[in-house]
């Protein structure tokens, strides 16, 4: 469920023209801005950027970008382009990073629906002139590279059909795979890179069924190992999405820091999808609501933006 609750009934132009509004004279209204964007739902902010354009013959986005600035900026353009271009600018933005964690590729992978996993695929394809699959491939190698160009490459089944007896047996491979701690399997990422969600819950569950246990708990706990570690993520996500989602963003807030640009991502990717779930999950396991959670660990427009996105009147 959605935390983002847009009126049914706007008028777009009178949002574009709040927004022009907004960007002009000395200094900016951040509160306006967020008053609009905050509120409105996918399609309702792509009318507003086509007729701000009209009207004022230039880009919204890109006016947004020269008024703004820090992680508010950085959420209200995450917030504002549509979701398919943001996904591909989230993984671009990975790939060009050093290091060895893949959190946006996994997560656009193991946690989108076909037609959005395709759609995400051609919008980066569109803005990049290259191929998603491509670029995987170039800024990784090994075994995470065959999971993550297997995973990415995937256009799954997404109905709820299960074959049990594909479950068990393909179950059996995976305990065998764990057993012999042969995790590059080509067993294990064909298995996870192919089967539809439902079938891969049913092998999950035939796994702890005959194991005891889950196949995440299975599998090494904080390996230093870059494959281990993006299969473990690759799992719980095709696993459970919304407990996976909690711990990203509870390891986002706890400790010494907070990692805004996985809170910031969390909240304005799952605001329009499951986020409500995810904050139900984190208030259970942290004894706190996550709104409580964000406006003590952050601040300023970026908190309200937030906060905004998180179903908050601020």
Request: with cysteine; hydrophobic share 35%; net charge positive.
């Amino acid at each position: 469920m959605a935390t983002v609750s847009a009126p049914k009934q706007v008028s777009v132009k009178e949002d574009a023209e709040a927004l022009r509004k907004a960007c002009q004279g000395w200094g900016t209204d951040e509160k306006a801005i967020i008053a609009v964007l905050g509120r409105r739902n996918a399609a309702q902010r792509r009318q507003i950027r086509h007729v701000y354009e009209e009207i004022y013959q230039e880009d919204l986005i890109k006016r947004l970008e020269s008024e703004l600035s820090g992680h508010f900026e950085k959420a209200v353009y995450r917030w504002i382009l549509d979701p398919p271009d943001r996904d591909a600018v989230l993984a671009n933005v990975e790939l060009k990073k050093s290091g060895d964690e893949h959190h946006v590729i996994v997560e656009i992978s193991c946690t989108k629906n076909p037609e959005e996993l395709l759609a995400i695929r051609r919008a980066y394809h569109a803005r990049y002139k290259h191929s998603l699959e491509e670029d995987v491939a170039y800024h990784t190698k090994g075994d995470t590279r065959r999971l993550l160009v297997a995973l990415v490459s995937a256009f799954r089944y997404y109905g709820e059909e299960i074959n049990t007896t594909l479950a068990k047996s393909e179950a059996k491979k995976l305990r065998e795979a764990v057993k012999n701690k042969k995790f590059g399997n080509e067993d294990v990422i064909r298995i996870l890179s192919t089967r539809s969600i439902a079938q891969l819950q049913a092998t999950f569950n035939c796994y702890r069924e005959e194991e005891g246990t889950s196949i995440t708990k299975n599998l090494p706990k904080d390996s230093s190992d870059e494959y281990i570690a993006t299969l473990r993520m690759a799992v719980r996500c095709l696993k459970d999405p919304k407990k996976y989602f909690e711990k990203v963003l509870r390891r986002s807030i706890e400790g010494i820091g907070t990692d805004e640009d996985a809170l910031t991502r969390v909240i304005v990717t799952r605001a329009e999808k499951d986020l409500k779930e995810i904050k139900g999950l984190y208030h259970k396991r942290n004894n706190v609501p996550l709104d409580k959670a964000v406006d003590k660990e952050t601040s300023g427009d970026y908190k309200d933006m937030l906060l905004t996105l998180l179903g908050n009147e601020v």
